[in-house]
T-cell receptor, first 112, second 116 residues
């Protein structure tokens, strides 16, 4: 199972773009990268998933360099409601979903 | 789409009693479900992998006789905490992987268990 490393916490002002980087140096060829958001006392919510290059959806973008040893979740123009813990997960799902290990996550605090 | 529910959302019980938590995938079938436990200010810890029609696979250190998992259908998995003690108090979260689309797990809202 690829291990991930993220900053423990980050602060940002409202309206700014926030980039959270995750390191996964031993990522395997078939591994996908998935990001989740978790609010207190709630289950994690799927944000975005990618394999390589760039993926964008209505809430975020995911940048993955060519070597795939890291990935960056980009949240455009954050608001107070984006204050949460963000988890980066890496796992091989090519032959059926395999269990993944949650790291510490990044606690994002958005400041007014 | 991809909605997972848990019931109950919270439960308080006396020490020594058993508590059952249900996890349902509402709009998809899930061959695989996972059960996690989360203590305050900590990350999620995987307890077990639940596959429909077969025995659950428990992570190291998780007592299978204490945390009974039953995945009897493609939309329902249950976790029973037997003879609960105060140290079992935690936030229990399940997730489900859509059958035929195996690259994402979707999480339930969690169940807060408090053992007095």
């Amino acid at each position: 199972l690829a291990k991930t490393t993220q900053p423990i916490s980050m602060d940002s002002y409202e309206g700014q773009e926030v980039n959270i980087t995750c390191s996964h140096n031993n990522i395997a060829t078939n591994d996908y990268i998935t990001w989740y958001q978790q609010f207190p006392s709630q289950g994690p919510r799927f944000i975005i998933q990618g394999y390589k290059t760039k993926v964008t959806n209505e809430v975020a973008s995911l940048f993955i360099p060519a070597d795939r040893k890291s990935s960056t979740l980009s949240l455009p123009r954050v608001s107070l409601s984006d204050t949460a813990v963000y988890y980066c997960l890496v796992g091989d799902h090519s032959g059926g979903y395999q269990k993944v290990t949650f790291g510490t996550g990044t606690k994002l605090q958005v400041i007014p | 789409g991809a909605v997972v529910s848990q019931h109950p959302s919270w439960v308080i019980c006396k020490s020594g009693t058993s508590v059952k938590i249900e996890c349902r995938s509402l709009d998809f079938q899930a061959t695989t479900m996972f059960w996690y436990r989360q203590f305050p200010k900590q990350s999620l810890m995987l307890m077990a992998t639940s596959n429909e029609g077969s025995k659950a696979t428990y992570e190291q250190g998780v007592e299978k006789d204490k945390f009974l998992i039953n995945h009897a259908s493609l939309t329902l998995s249950t976790l029973t905490v037997t003879s609960a003690h105060p140290e079992d108090s935690s936030f229990y979260i399940c997730s489900a992987v859509p059958s035929g689309r195996s690259n994402t797990q979707y999480f339930g809202p969690g169940t807060r268990l408090t053992v007095l």
